[in-house]
């Protein structure tokens, strides 16, 4: 079996292929970091649905009769659902040449929305915001929103930086994908 290594061939003898496959590749290693954000992916996404949940579930418990937070609980479980659908979706495919593009914007969106309703959940429980304190009706749907929108935050700013850094320029001697 011969072995090609830049120009030079040379004589490598005989190989197992469990020793080749169990080789390092390039492509192998692009392929588990796709993989590794694509998981990145759907844990962002599953973790804005639970967000979307929770707020569903306070709202028809609770917030329902509350004008203005009642709305906002309504508001962030359409757009949990709608980012979190996107992100499920094949964005790149169906984009076009703006499908990255998009894709990171529903990434960010989703940062976005999950941190706002942190936020909010956090002044509300120490000051009134829009004219409502929150009294601590469920301390266990708090602990999950708060799980869920961490985890949200977590997942798909790692699923960016994870992206960002794939695209980031490779040093000159590491090439990104082997020649054929």
Avoid: C
């Avoid at 759907?42 to 579930?57: D, E, I, N, P, Y």
């Avoid at 929305?113 to 601590?136: N, Q, Y």
């Avoid at 469920?138 to 799980?147: E, G, H």
């Amino acid at each position: 079996m011969r072995l090609h290594t830049h120009h030079k061939e040379r004589f490598a003898g005989p190989v197992s292929s469990e020793f080749v496959d169990g080789l390092p590749t390039a492509r192998r290693q692009w392929r588990r970091a796709g993989r590794f954000l694509l998981a990145l992916r759907v844990l962002g996404a599953v973790a804005l649905l639970a967000t979307g949940a929770v707020h569903l579930q306070q709202y028809a418990q609770f917030y329902s009769e509350i004008p203005t937070i009642g709305t906002l609980f309504v508001l962030n479980v359409v757009a949990a659902t709608v980012l979190a659908l996107a992100l499920l979706a094949p964005l790149e495919r169906f984009g076009g040449r703006l499908g990255n593009a998009l894709l990171t914007f529903v990434a960010l969106a989703g940062i976005a929305l999950a941190a706002t309703a942190f936020t909010f959940l956090l002044i509300s429980e120490h000051t009134p915001l829009f004219g409502f304190r929150e009294p601590g009706y469920d301390p266990t749907a708090i602990a999950a929103s708060r799980v869920a929108e961490i985890a949200a935050v977590a997942f798909l700013g790692l699923f960016l930086a994870g992206r960002f850094w794939l695209k980031a320029p490779m040093r000159r001697w590491q090439s990104p994908m082997p020649r054929r």
